[in-house]
């Protein structure tokens, strides 16, 4: 069955360096999603890709944040200069519609950790 | 802004029991809500979506109910296993052009053998 893919399954990285996580979403979807969650919270949303652009992002997405797809199966979150509140578990997300019938498939997770 | 509750938090039942998690949600303008499992630091896996239109759906031993008007959702759960324990998560997805899903907190469910 096919399955969204991350890697790292966890990084470890220090406060103020950039750190780049990757996703390989289902195949035939078309719309590409982050969500985060930091220990013990919510699940959160933080944004979502479609048509090689970002569709919606949520307060938490700032300039600090960037999203690409840089070939046909990859999709990327870059942190740049991570904070130590940025340490959560970091999920990518795809499905193949939107709407009623958008199902949202996710991955594993990549943990990640700033020291 | 949409917010989402599931109650109880955590729930302790005996092997066999049939079990009711809740979930409610502030506004009712949803395209569908979507039912999701998490094992311990691992991800989420999705149980049962339900769209807007339907009022419940099935697999397996799973029951998924929405009552859209009163903002409520519950997953049932038959002839429970210890192998369901774990956190269910319930989101929805909200209308308006709006693709995120808004998540509960997650009931943490563990059957004892």
């Known amino acids: 069955e096919p399955e969204v893919t991350q890697t790292p399954s966890h990084q470890v990285t220090q406060m103020g360096q950039e750190v780049i996580l990757r996703c390989v979403p289902i195949?035939?979807?078309?719309?590409f999603y982050w969500y985060r969650q930091i220990l013990g919270q919510k699940v959160e949303f933080l944004v979502s890709f479609y048509n090689n652009e970002i569709s919606e992002k949520s307060e938490i997405f700032d300039d600090q944040f960037s999203v690409e797809r840089p070939d046909g199966s990859n999709f990327t979150l870059k942190i740049r200069s991570t904070k130590l509140e940025d340490s959560a578990m970091y999920f990518c997300?795809?499905?193949?519609?939107?709407?009623?019938?958008?199902?949202?498939?996710f991955g594993p997770g990549t943990r990640l950790t700033v020291t | 802004k949409q917010e989402v509750t599931q109650i109880p938090a955590a729930l302790s039942v005996p092997e066999g029991e049939n079990l009711v998690l809740n979930c409610s949600f502030t506004?009712?303008?949803?395209?569908?809500l979507q039912w999701f499992r998490q094992d311990p630091g691992k991800g989420l896996t999705s149980l049962l979506l339900i769209q807007s239109s339907q009022r419940e759906q099935t697999s397996g031993r799973l029951n998924a109910s929405l009552d859209k008007s009163s903002g409520r959702s519950t997953l049932y759960i038959a002839a429970s296993q210890p192998g369901d324990s774990a956190t269910y998560l319930c989101?929805?997805?909200?209308?308006?052009?709006?693709?995120?899903?808004?998540f509960g907190k997650g009931t943490k469910l563990t059957v004892n053998p």
């Open positions: 989101a929805v997805n909200l209308q308006g052009g709006s693709e995120k899903l808004v």
């Open positions: 997300a795809s499905s193949e519609s939107r709407g009623g019938s958008g199902e949202q498939y």
């Open positions: 506004d009712s303008a949803i395209y569908n």
């Open positions: 195949s035939n979807h078309l719309y």
